[in-house]
């Protein structure tokens, strides 16, 4: 039996005493509890690697820059498009992106003093917040509080005004509602008739501009077609329901409907219970498992969206200060559609 003593383990205390730092500072280094000086940490992994306390797979892992830590703020309720883009957001995070970590949080969509509270309660512990703006004085002071801490701001789908949150992510909505209504007017004909837009809220930016572009290009272009009065439907499947159920017993010269938010499946199935669902003309946003029936079968003409590995993939390169926020505008029919 040898006797030849076995040399002893390294310890952070000898790591400390190699690298000429405490063994606070060691333990920050190891564990990422705190920014440390890039000469310290390079000098406190050099030292652990010379004594063995780490081998080399550990301090390359150690020197990568930390995953960005970001929290996506999401309304909930009945719009498959938002639940899409979620399910989408935790995949492509799963999958692709080993330099961000994200969590997603599902709030009232229409309460601006929740999402106030929500981007300073994420914003303390996230590196950044990506969530759908509500166009708000509190919203945009959230906001800016956040970035004066150094954090990150990102709006998706829709954006904020006068705030200083560092990019929007999505489509350009004026152009989607001028888009809409071309293909609304093309499609009527040049027959009089009526249209109707349903939207979630106008405290959403994203649907106010829509709403405008519909209006401003269906007064320059289709000056015989008259537009019944916005109903706000929240996104609710039950709201839209109701409001194109009256819509369609009030104006029986309706010809076309513009979903300028989502939750078509609410309008689609108070058309079809009309037994109008081939006679009016139905665009909407967002293209879902709903949508896609709807288009298959002749209820919705057509659908804008915008997809959602993009619309996330750009959202995060923002969050790390990269180009690459724009996200084109998607257009289908029922004779282009993609493979889910």
Not at 149 to 172: E, L, N, P, W
Not at 233 to 242: A, C, I, L, S, V
Not at 300 to 328: C, H, S, W, Y
């Amino acid at each position: 039996m040898s006797s030849e003593k076995r040399r002893p383990l390294p310890t952070i205390t000898d790591v400390a005493r190699k690298a000429g730092t405490s063994t606070a500072t060691v333990d920050r280094v190891l564990n990422r509890r705190a920014a440390v000086r890039e000469n310290t940490m390079r000098r406190v992994l050099d030292a652990a690697l010379a004594l063995g306390y780490l081998h080399t797979g550990q301090v390359e892992a150690l020197r990568e820059p930390e995953p960005i830590k970001l929290a996506l703020l999401l309304p909930r309720g009945t719009n498959p498009y938002l639940a899409l883009v979620n399910e989408k957001a935790r995949a492509f995070i799963e999958h692709h992106h080993r330099d961000a970590r994200v969590k997603s949080f599902f709030i009232d969509g229409f309460d601006p003093d929740e999402l106030s509270h929500s981007i300073r309660r994420h914003g303390k512990t996230a590196d950044g917040v990506i969530f759908m703006a509500i166009d708000h004085p509190s919203v945009r002071m959230a906001t800016n509080e956040l970035v004066a801490a150094g954090k990150k701001v990102i709006t998706f789908i829709s954006d904020i005004s006068t705030s200083r949150r560092h990019a929007y992510v999505g489509i350009d909505n004026f152009a989607a509602g001028r888009t809409a209504a071309l293909l609304l007017g093309r499609f009527t004909g040049h027959v009089p008739g009526r249209v109707a837009l349903i939207a979630a809220s106008r405290i959403y930016r994203a649907h106010l501009e829509r709403e405008v572009g519909f209006l401003g290009l269906i007064e320059e272009r289709f000056p015989h077609i008259a537009v019944s009065a916005t109903r706000e439907g929240h996104d609710d499947r039950k709201q839209n329901y109701e409001h194109t159920r009256r819509l369609l017993e009030k104006h029986p010269d309706i010809t076309g409907i513009y979903n300028v938010g989502g939750s078509s499946d609410g309008i689609g199935r108070a058309l079809q219970e009309s037994g109008r669902a081939q006679e009016v003309t139905f665009i909407g946003h967002g293209l879902t498992h709903d949508t896609r029936a709807m288009l298959a079968d002749g209820t919705m003409d057509a659908v804008i969206t915008q997809n959602p590995d993009r619309l996330f993939e750009a959202a995060v390169a923002a969050a790390m200060g990269k180009e690459g926020t724009q996200v084109p505008m998607e257009l289908y029919v029922a004779e282009n559609l993609p493979q889910e």
